[in-house]
């Protein structure tokens, strides 16, 4: 990113408005990539890392440069921890909730901001409660119950917990955007003889898809990134998520730092390639509840 | 975040309850609603509400988790309010919160208004946005992982002594994780730079809707850029500031994975936070009622500080209406 800085930099206009004068900015500037830099020195220690042999990491520590393209640590993890089937877990597990979650969520907030239920105030606060307690307060009776009914050490119990979660938010952030949809609107559609169904998924659905686009995303990310749900839940290596798979290897003597940091790199290369591809409509997402 | 995530994590976006409308008149057909609430309503108690009653009946009883659990009243709570490890880890939450909450909003206001106001208009909109990218990276990645590489950094042959050594200031090489005095600072300084991508974000898009002629009359005023930051930025953004301390707030009560990361709580409790305690007594320890009394603790406390934080908006916005 600093490289991108640069070149945008040189071709410097010769624009004499009062914006482009003065040299305190330039002050500003350097302070703020100064910045910048040390926020990405953690990914280039992680980069310069990755790549390097346990012999030529030991001998000449972490800051030098590899002595060679080294990429059998990468291919340790990826096969020692397994990786495409981690990736399967977290996608399923992620794609899974983010679906149902959304899907759940539209009927809620259906019932509660278009439907106007009684008692639908307490309801949506209960929901954003849940969205808030500490997992630990539910941890270990849903660990209790998930063994007792065979569920436990299944991606479908995350599944199902983390779809309940997800939506609890998803039904507080849609139930207040379906309050305020045009209430003529409906009303015309129920003058065409419209059910309920049918302005749900003709009327009410193709209108907040856009915010169903980004419940969707967020609902993934998070889920992707969840921690200690799985951590109890997913006991076993063909179940784990990539973040559980990645920290019970910690500590693992199979884990040199070489190894340690090809499999931080493999592990967050999904995250970063799902924001690159999604940036804009997350931070569509991000300012759009801003926005009064 | 962290986006927390809850954790951090790309964090919870910024989103304010609308206030919902009275009905006008209760129209026909209204129970017909109540059936798309209904699966919801089910998964809701199943997962959330029985749970929740569980670990509130566990918390007065001793139980390992295998055979019946025994009565016991408040005893675990008793035993809680004596616990010192309880206590440290209270103590650590709050660091946790200047970590998590204080010094990102407080940075993150500074440079989304620099990044704005300086960079974003007295350079090209690209530097900026290249800019916020970086600040926002780690938000991106699973919080864990962030953990995992930071602790490989800051072990005692990690890169950051290795960087010590190279600049000159080989003196100050440390176990900056293992030693209890340094662990719960360092955990601190991996916090802000895990959260502070999650205020700069949010605020430099709340700066994006502030009406740039309220800049550039106070500029033809002569007010300075504190004064401008001041009187104009911090107002204007101020709903942002009340979800971004809120949410990170709540994040920063909640934390769990980066602790169990870097140090599982360690090294003699120093980073210990609740939610790490609950899990060890639960899961390590096998204490299922006591784990169950501090995940109660840890709720309520939760609970009251989101109402605070509720009722604190709502009078701010009743009193800007009266204004």
């Given at each position: 990113?600093?490289?991108?800085?640069?070149?945008?930099?040189?071709?410097?206009?010769?624009?004499?408005?009062r914006?482009?004068?003065?040299?305190?900015?330039?002050?500003?500037?350097?302070?703020?990539?100064?910045?910048?830099v040390?926020?990405?020195?953690?990914f280039?220690?992680?980069?310069?890392?990755?790549f390097?042999s346990p012999?030529?990491y030991s001998?000449?520590?972490?800051?030098?440069?590899?002595?060679?393209?080294?990429?059998?640590?990468?291919k340790?993890y990826?096969?020692e921890?397994?990786?495409?089937?981690?990736?399967w877990?977290?996608?399923?597990?992620?794609?899974s909730v983010?679906?149902?979650?959304?899907?759940?969520?539209?009927?809620?907030?259906?019932?509660?901001?278009?439907?106007?239920?009684k008692?639908?105030?307490?309801i949506?606060?209960?929901?954003?409660?849940?969205?808030?307690?500490?997992?630990?307060?539910?941890?270990?009776?849903l660990?209790y119950?998930?063994?007792?009914?065979?569920?436990?050490?299944?991606?479908?119990?995350?599944?199902?917990?983390?779809?309940?979660?997800q939506?609890?938010?998803?039904?507080?952030?849609?139930?207040?955007?379906?309050?305020?949809f045009?209430?003529?609107?409906?009303?015309?559609?129920?003058?065409?003889g419209?059910?309920k169904?049918?302005?749900?998924?003709?009327v009410?659905?193709?209108?907040?898809?856009?915010?169903?686009?980004?419940?969707?995303?967020?609902?993934?990310i998070?889920?992707?990134?969840?921690?200690?749900?799985?951590?109890?839940m997913?006991i076993?290596n063909?179940?784990?998520?990539?973040?559980?798979?990645l920290?019970s290897?910690?500590g693992?003597?199979?884990m040199?730092?070489?190894?340690t940091?090809?499999?931080?790199?493999?592990?967050?290369?999904p995250?970063?390639l799902?924001?690159?591809?999604?940036?804009?409509t997350?931070?569509?997402g991000?300012t759009?509840?801003?926005?009064? | 975040?962290?986006?927390?995530?809850?954790?951090?994590?790309?964090?919870?976006?910024a989103v304010?309850?609308e206030?919902?409308?009275?009905?006008?008149?209760?129209?026909?057909?209204?129970?017909?609603?109540?059936?798309?609430?209904?699966?919801g309503a089910?998964?809701?108690?199943?997962?959330?509400g029985?749970?929740?009653?569980?670990?509130l009946y566990?918390?007065?009883?001793?139980?390992?988790?295998?055979g019946?659990?025994?009565?016991?009243?408040?005893?675990?709570?008793?035993?809680l309010?004596?616990?010192?490890?309880?206590?440290?880890s209270?103590?650590?939450?709050?660091a946790?919160?200047v970590a998590?909450?204080?010094?990102?909003?407080?940075?993150?206001?500074?440079?989304?208004?620099?990044?704005?106001d300086?960079?974003?208009?007295r350079?090209?909109?690209?530097?900026?946005?290249?800019?916020?990218?970086?600040?926002?990276?780690?938000?991106?990645?699973?919080?864990?992982?962030?953990?995992?590489?930071?602790?490989?950094i800051?072990?005692p042959?990690?890169?950051?002594?290795?960087l010590?050594?190279?600049?000159?200031?080989?003196?100050?090489?440390?176990?900056w994780l293992g030693?209890?005095?340094?662990?719960?600072?360092?955990v601190?300084?991996?916090?802000?730079?895990?959260q502070i991508?999650?205020?700069?974000?949010v605020?430099?898009?709340a700066?994006?809707?502030?009406?740039?002629?309220?800049?550039?009359?106070?500029?033809?005023?002569?007010?300075?850029?504190f004064?401008r930051?001041?009187?104009?930025?911090?107002?204007?953004?101020?709903?942002?500031?009340?979800?971004?301390?809120?949410?990170?707030?709540?994040a920063?009560?909640?934390v769990?994975?980066?602790?169990?990361?870097l140090?599982?709580?360690?090294?003699e409790?120093?980073?210990?936070?609740?939610?790490?305690?609950?899990?060890?007594?639960?899961?390590?320890k096998?204490?299922?009622?006591?784990?169950?009394?501090?995940?109660?603790?840890?709720?309520?406390?939760i609970?009251?500080?989101?109402?605070?934080?509720?009722?604190?908006?709502?009078?701010?916005?009743?009193?800007?209406?009266?204004?």
């Amino acid at each position: 990113m600093a490289v991108t800085l640069v070149t945008d930099r040189v071709p410097r206009r010769k624009v004499r408005d009062r914006h482009h004068r003065g040299a305190s900015r330039w002050v500003v500037l350097a302070l703020v990539t100064l910045g910048a830099v040390i926020m990405l020195v953690p990914f280039v220690f992680m980069l310069l890392n990755a790549f390097k042999s346990p012999g030529d990491y030991s001998s000449s520590g972490p800051l030098s440069w590899p002595t060679e393209f080294y990429t059998k640590g990468l291919k340790t993890y990826w096969t020692e921890v397994n990786f495409p089937l981690k990736f399967w877990n977290s996608l399923l597990i992620s794609g899974s909730v983010a679906v149902l979650a959304v899907a759940v969520s539209l009927f809620n907030a259906y019932a509660l901001g278009i439907g106007r239920v009684k008692g639908r105030l307490w309801i949506v606060g209960l929901f954003l409660l849940a969205n808030m307690m500490p997992q630990e307060a539910l941890i270990y009776p849903l660990y209790y119950a998930a063994k007792e009914i065979g569920l436990y050490n299944t991606q479908l119990s995350v599944i199902i917990i983390f779809t309940v979660i997800q939506s609890a938010f998803g039904t507080y952030l849609l139930a207040s955007v379906l309050g305020t949809f045009p209430r003529s609107v409906l009303e015309a559609a129920a003058l065409d003889g419209a059910g309920k169904w049918t302005v749900l998924r003709r009327v009410v659905f193709p209108n907040v898809r856009p915010t169903l686009a980004v419940l969707l995303i967020f609902f993934f990310i998070w889920t992707w990134n969840e921690f200690l749900i799985p951590l109890v839940m997913l006991i076993d290596n063909s179940t784990q998520t990539i973040p559980v798979a990645l920290a019970s290897l910690q500590g693992d003597r199979l884990m040199d730092a070489p190894t340690t940091n090809a499999g931080a790199l493999i592990s967050l290369v999904p995250a970063v390639l799902f924001f690159i591809i999604f940036q804009r409509t997350l931070s569509r997402g991000i300012t759009a509840g801003a926005e009064k | 975040m962290a986006l927390t995530q809850t954790s951090a994590g790309p964090q919870r976006p910024a989103v304010r309850p609308e206030p919902v409308r009275t009905p006008r008149k209760r129209r026909d057909g209204g129970a017909a609603y109540w059936l798309y609430l209904l699966p919801g309503a089910i998964l809701f108690v199943l997962v959330i509400g029985v749970p929740l009653g569980g670990t509130l009946y566990l918390s007065l009883t001793k139980w390992s988790g295998v055979g019946d659990p025994t009565f016991i009243g408040f005893d675990n709570y008793t035993r809680l309010f004596q616990d010192e490890v309880f206590w440290t880890s209270f103590k650590n939450t709050i660091a946790m919160i200047v970590a998590m909450v204080v010094v990102p909003t407080l940075l993150g206001l500074l440079l989304a208004a620099v990044l704005f106001d300086v960079i974003g208009r007295r350079f090209k909109p690209r530097t900026a946005a290249a800019l916020r990218a970086a600040f926002y990276l780690p938000q991106v990645l699973p919080v864990v992982v962030a953990g995992i590489v930071w602790g490989w950094i800051l072990r005692p042959d990690g890169a950051f002594n290795s960087l010590l050594d190279v600049i000159g200031l080989g003196a100050l090489q440390h176990d900056w994780l293992g030693d209890p005095d340094t662990a719960l600072p360092t955990v601190m300084a991996v916090m802000i730079w895990v959260q502070i991508g999650y205020p700069v974000v949010v605020f430099m898009a709340a700066l994006q809707r502030v009406d740039p002629e309220l800049y550039e009359a106070a500029e033809v005023d002569g007010a300075n850029w504190f004064h401008r930051f001041r009187s104009i930025t911090l107002p204007q953004i101020r709903p942002e500031t009340f979800v971004v301390a809120l949410t990170c707030t709540i994040a920063a009560l909640k934390v769990f994975g980066p602790v169990f990361a870097l140090t599982r709580g360690g090294p003699e409790n120093a980073t210990n936070v609740p939610s790490y305690f609950a899990y060890y007594t639960f899961f390590k320890k096998l204490q299922v009622g006591y784990g169950s009394a501090i995940s109660t603790v840890l709720t309520l406390i939760i609970i009251v500080v989101a109402g605070l934080f509720i009722w604190l908006q709502y009078r701010g916005e009743r009193q800007d209406r009266e204004v």
